[in-house]
């Protein structure tokens, strides 16, 4: 009896005591509800599991806890946080780029052998470790952007919120690039570079050796690599254009101040191939004029050419009358004074030098260093003559189909000038009138602008139109003719001017620019030798203004006939001189 006494005691305490719990366990769930884990915080398998039956308690109770239990568990699942899924979506969207972006692997990829081991360890593609970086990066730019505060009950607010989240992931990714891919390309570039720099190497070619592929130097390649090789550096042309310059300016102030005949002297004209563009190697060579305008002159042809005539000086109070006898103004007399006046002037300069007359030169020729370079200056006072143009350029100047005839036009109704020239002995006469005293007609200064004006069309070679090898011809030809001059001293009387005449008379005979492209540098350059090879077998080259004038009469037949054998032997063989030269 007093044992079952105690077992019933025992339960009925029990059944208090579990009581008291669960309604005490009941009360704090109501109170303080329970915060709903996001779905990926718990397991897959598991989900809210209905509460546990609970002895003793009442059921409707129970019912009520399951239902606000299936309510916020229900809440979750439907509203996952804004951070999780811009983050989801932009590692989404990075894995497919990277997708799209991979290559096809190498057949065989390279392995590392350890001493330790037996095997080779294989190193993982390129592309799947540009892929695993780009994730990495995407990763990263999810953490530094948060996803803004934002009302989950308004739907728009919440995807005005991720529409700007990922704005500013896509800002990042197009203005910063990721350090990795940075590193990366550093390689490419240094590759490059090196790839430049070994090309550049192999145009350095030795005498008779031939290069393959790229390299090979022959047609557009050969004659591009002599075209830089003889491009002048901007540093030298500043500095000597400086000193020349600066060296005209004060005598043209000298020679309005403290001379006597040479007070018209008020400008200088800058002709020459430096002047033209057409210089080569180095700015070593400047011609300058200096005219002094003539108004009212009576010009008379020296010779049966057309190229020379004699002078003279009509009333009027005109400073080189001193010069004049017998109504023709000496050419000779006024050029030893000019040569008295500089040498005066150049002692102010002790950095120019004046080198001795030359026969026939109507130049004074001074020399000075500037830098590397000794610059060699030649000043020539000349007549400037403001009428028609001699009778003698009729039937030269053939322009028309090239620039136009308005061109032309507006050509003729410039003023010409006179420069102290003679050719042959200076004792010769010719009508009473020594060829000491004769004048040459010069018609540099349309030189220079038609070199300047070359195109049929006003764009070419501007930035709007396109770029034609005229200019590079002349370059060419201008330095071939050298190079043969220094091979063979027979071809000394040949100069640069004959270079030029038979490409102005090219460009009139092949007046379209479509006939001078560019990438037609080879062909344009040896159909311009092969004309010059017609004038030297013929033996003769039309002055281009003055057609009646030959300028290969003073050249032997048998010295024009040796250097078109030469320029011809030149071409066909792909011009092994200028390989030679590219060697040096």
């Given at each position: 009896?007093?044992?079952?006494?105690?077992?019933?005691?025992?339960?009925?305490?029990?059944?208090?005591?579990?009581?008291?719990?669960?309604?005490?366990?009941?009360?704090?769930?109501?109170?303080?509800?329970?915060?709903?884990?996001?779905?990926?915080?718990?397991?897959?398998?598991?989900?809210?599991?209905?509460?546990?039956?609970?002895?003793?308690?009442?059921?409707?109770?129970?019912?009520?806890?399951?239902?606000?239990?299936?309510?916020?568990?229900?809440?979750?699942?439907?509203?996952?946080?804004?951070?999780?899924?811009?983050?989801?979506?932009?590692?989404?969207?990075?894995?497919?780029?990277?997708?799209?972006?991979?290559?096809?692997?190498?057949?065989?990829?390279?392995?590392?052998?350890?001493?330790?081991?037996?095997?080779?360890?294989?190193k993982p593609p390129e592309d799947h470790l540009k892929s695993q970086l780009e994730i990495k990066a995407a990763t990263k730019l999810t953490k530094e952007f948060k996803a803004p505060s934002i009302d989950a009950t308004k739907p728009k607010a919440r995807a005005n919120a991720e529409f700007q989240t990922?704005?500013?992931?896509?800002?990042?990714?197009?203005?910063?690039?990721?350090?990795?891919?940075?590193?990366?390309?550093?390689?490419?570039?240094?590759?490059?570079?090196?790839?430049?720099?070994?090309?550049?190497?192999?145009?350095?070619?030795?005498?008779?050796?031939?290069?393959?592929?790229?390299?090979?130097?022959?047609?557009?390649?050969?004659?591009?690599?002599?075209?830089?090789?003889?491009?002048?550096?901007?540093?030298?042309?500043?500095?000597?254009?400086?000193?020349?310059?600066?060296?005209?300016?004060?005598?043209?102030?000298?020679?309005?101040?403290?001379?006597?005949?040479?007070?018209?002297?008020?400008?200088?004209?800058r002709t020459g191939s430096y002047y033209e563009n057409l210089k080569i190697s180095d700015p070593d060579e400047f011609d300058v004029m200096l005219p002094m305008p003539v108004e009212r002159v009576k010009i008379e042809p020296f010779g049966p050419d057309g190229a020379f005539y004699s002078v003279g000086?009509?009333?009027?109070?005109n400073p080189l009358k001193q010069f004049q006898q017998d109504d023709i103004l000496s050419a000779s007399e006024m050029l030893n004074d000019f040569r008295k006046e500089i040498k005066t002037f150049v002692k102010g300069f002790p950095a120019w030098t004046m080198t001795p007359k030359k026969q026939g030169?109507?130049?004074?020729?001074?020399?000075?260093?500037?830098?590397?370079?000794?610059?060699?200056?030649?000043?020539?006072?000349?007549?400037?003559?403001?009428?028609?143009?001699?009778?003698?350029?009729?039937?030269?100047?053939?322009?028309?189909?090239?620039?136009?005839?308005?061109?032309?036009?507006?050509?003729?109704?410039?003023?010409?000038?006179?420069?102290?020239?003679?050719?042959?002995?200076?004792?010769?006469?010719?009508?009473?009138?020594?060829?000491?005293?004769?004048?040459?007609?010069?018609?540099?200064?349309?030189?220079?602008?038609?070199?300047?004006?070359?195109?049929?069309?006003?764009?070419?070679?501007?930035?709007?139109?396109?770029?034609?090898?005229?200019?590079?011809?002349?370059?060419?030809?201008?330095?071939?003719?050298?190079?043969?001059?220094?091979?063979?001293?027979?071809?000394?009387?040949?100069?640069?001017?004959?270079?030029?005449?038979?490409?102005?008379?090219?460009?009139?005979?092949?007046?379209?620019?479509?006939?001078?492209?560019?990438?037609?540098?080879?062909?344009?350059?040896?159909?311009?030798?092969?004309?010059?090879?017609?004038?030297?077998?013929?033996?003769?080259?039309?002055?281009?203004?003055?057609?009646?004038?030959?300028?290969?009469?003073?050249?032997?037949?048998?010295?024009?006939?040796?250097?078109?054998?030469?320029?011809?032997?030149?071409?066909?063989?792909?011009?092994?001189?200028?390989?030679?030269?590219?060697?040096?």
């Amino acid at each position: 009896m007093v044992r079952a006494c105690n077992r019933k005691c025992c339960s009925n305490i029990c059944s208090a005591t579990w009581f008291h719990f669960s309604h005490f366990f009941i009360m704090s769930v109501r109170e303080k509800p329970r915060k709903a884990r996001s779905p990926e915080s718990r397991p897959k398998e598991m989900k809210c599991a209905p509460p546990v039956q609970r002895r003793g308690f009442n059921e409707e109770k129970q019912k009520t806890v399951k239902a606000q239990d299936e309510q916020k568990s229900n809440h979750a699942e439907k509203k996952p946080s804004v951070e999780k899924a811009t983050k989801e979506k932009v590692t989404r969207q990075s894995t497919r780029e990277s997708i799209k972006e991979q290559r096809i692997p190498p057949e065989s990829s390279k392995t590392k052998t350890c001493s330790s081991r037996s095997g080779s360890v294989k190193k993982p593609p390129e592309d799947h470790l540009k892929s695993q970086l780009e994730i990495k990066a995407a990763t990263k730019l999810t953490k530094e952007f948060k996803a803004p505060s934002i009302d989950a009950t308004k739907p728009k607010a919440r995807a005005n919120a991720e529409f700007q989240t990922c704005s500013k992931i896509s800002a990042k990714k197009e203005g910063e690039e990721p350090e990795k891919a940075k590193i990366k390309r550093e390689p490419e570039k240094k590759n490059k570079k090196a790839a430049e720099e070994s090309n550049n190497k192999a145009c350095a070619v030795k005498p008779g050796q031939r290069m393959k592929g790229k390299a090979d130097l022959s047609g557009d390649a050969l004659l591009r690599s002599i075209l830089s090789n003889l491009k002048i550096k901007t540093k030298n042309k500043s500095e000597a254009a400086k000193v020349v310059n600066e060296f005209i300016e004060n005598l043209i102030k000298y020679l309005k101040k403290d001379t006597l005949h040479f007070r018209e002297v008020d400008e200088s004209l800058r002709t020459g191939s430096y002047y033209e563009n057409l210089k080569i190697s180095d700015p070593d060579e400047f011609d300058v004029m200096l005219p002094m305008p003539v108004e009212r002159v009576k010009i008379e042809p020296f010779g049966p050419d057309g190229a020379f005539y004699s002078v003279g000086l009509k009333r009027g109070n005109n400073p080189l009358k001193q010069f004049q006898q017998d109504d023709i103004l000496s050419a000779s007399e006024m050029l030893n004074d000019f040569r008295k006046e500089i040498k005066t002037f150049v002692k102010g300069f002790p950095a120019w030098t004046m080198t001795p007359k030359k026969q026939g030169c109507p130049a004074v020729t001074l020399t000075a260093e500037s830098g590397p370079v000794t610059i060699s200056l030649d000043v020539v006072l000349c007549l400037k003559v403001k009428s028609s143009w001699p009778d003698f350029t009729r039937d030269g100047f053939k322009i028309d189909q090239w620039l136009g005839t308005k061109v032309k036009q507006e050509y003729k109704r410039e003023p010409y000038y006179l420069v102290p020239k003679y050719e042959g002995r200076g004792n010769v006469e010719n009508n009473g009138v020594q060829a000491k005293d004769a004048w040459r007609v010069s018609f540099s200064h349309i030189e220079k602008d038609i070199m300047r004006k070359h195109g049929s069309e006003k764009t070419c070679c501007e930035r709007e139109g396109e770029s034609c090898c005229r200019k590079d011809c002349v370059k060419l030809f201008k330095h071939l003719l050298h190079l043969l001059k220094e091979s063979n001293p027979s071809f000394e009387k040949f100069c640069s001017y004959h270079a030029k005449t038979v490409f102005l008379h090219a460009c009139c005979s092949r007046a379209k620019d479509s006939e001078w492209r560019a990438s037609d540098l080879s062909r344009c350059f040896e159909q311009l030798l092969q004309d010059f090879e017609g004038h030297l077998r013929g033996g003769i080259l039309a002055n281009f203004f003055i057609p009646s004038q030959n300028l290969l009469s003073g050249i032997g037949k048998n010295v024009c006939k040796n250097l078109s054998d030469s320029i011809k032997e030149q071409r066909e063989n792909g011009f092994p001189i200028f390989v030679k030269d590219l060697a040096n």
